[in-house]
């Protein structure tokens, strides 16, 4: 069925089937560090009318406390800690449900997010932004040293990477015998900044894939590992959730294969072409310019 332009017609039957309304931030809530217009009073709106608000952000940036602080610093202080779940937490959680051994160490080709939420899970990371000014050198008769210790690498965004954290993370895989190699999501790109779409985790994973020569577990949507503690904290049936995101093979994806309502809006990476273009798979239940059309068609008489 063709995705449907969200209007006065049908968005009172959507809004009505659904108890928990899950958000993608980048693209969708905001856009690097600008609140996307109208978002912060669609969400009080939303909130109002008794229905459950989560954030599922592939970013791994920020932990969820440092994406709650940018909800507030954005003047959105209503969201808190546990109605956030970032692709940082769901690396954490994924080693933790897999008991990982609290012995072995993380190494991280990321941000800070990933290493707070390993830490407050309990285990040791490595990495992360200190390793972005190291370098790696060519020298004849020297070995790259790496911790033996090591049983996971996380890959995520990394605005910093360079050679080192590759042939680090590339050792730790290739030789730290049951090495796990996670992704915290394949974003092809993402909008840092207000203005324009920059390289997203996916590059970075894609150059862990080229020297491993394996796949990751992705942990991040479209996977929906997250999806467990979704049910878990808020105990509503998919059917009556809706995924809002700003693309198609994350977002949208995610939502599809957890069986939920999905809407996209166009705010983000995917343009309305792109949607309706012959040969897109990915079609959203419905889809709409921007979240604050949905105050508007709340508001209408």
Same mark, same amino acid.
């Given at each position: ?18 108890? =928990? ?54 003047? /959105? ?77 996380? /890959? ?58 394996? %796949? ?7 996977? =929906? ?10 105990? =509503? ?40 273009? %012959? ?23």
């Amino acid at each position: 069925m063709a995705p449907q332009l969200l209007s006065s017609r049908n968005f009172k039957s959507l809004f009505d089937s659904v108890d =928990t309304f899950l958000f993608d931030c980048d693209g969708v809530i905001w856009k690097g560090e600008k609140l996307i217009d109208g978002v912060a009073q669609t969400l009080d709106l939303i909130r109002s009318k008794g229905k459950n608000l989560v954030f599922v952000t592939n970013n791994s940036v920020k932990s969820r406390r440092q994406y709650a602080e940018k909800f507030r610093s954005l003047g /959105v202080p209503s969201v808190t800690q546990d109605e956030i779940f970032s692709s940082s937490f769901a690396a954490a959680m994924y080693l933790k449900v897999n008991n990982f051994h609290k012995d072995k160490k993380v190494y991280v080709i990321g941000g800070e997010g990933i290493l707070e939420e390993l830490q407050i899970a309990g285990f040791t990371g490595l990495g992360g932004p200190e390793d972005g000014e190291k370098r790696a050198q060519w020298k004849s008769n020297s070995l790259f040293e790496h911790d033996k210790s090591v049983g996971a690498v996380v /890959v995520g965004l990394d605005p910093n990477i360079n050679y080192y954290k590759l042939q680090y993370g590339t050792l730790c895989v290739r030789e730290n015998p049951g090495c796990l190699f996670i992704a915290t999501n394949r974003d092809a790109v993402g909008h840092m900044t207000d203005l324009q779409e920059w390289p997203g985790a996916g590059c970075m994973v894609a150059a862990m894939c080229g020297s491993t020569e394996r %796949e990751p577990i992705v942990v991040g949507k479209p996977s =929906t590992f997250m999806m467990d503690f979704l049910l878990q904290k808020f105990g =509503t049936e998919t059917s009556r959730m809706c995924m809002v995101g700003d693309r198609l093979d994350t977002d949208i994806l995610f939502g599809q294969n957890a069986g939920c309502k999905t809407l996209l809006v166009l705010t983000g990476v995917t343009s309305e072409s792109n949607l309706l273009k %012959e040969g897109n798979e990915i079609e959203p239940d419905y889809y709409t310019s921007t979240v604050s059309d949905m105050m508007k068609l709340m508001e209408s008489p």
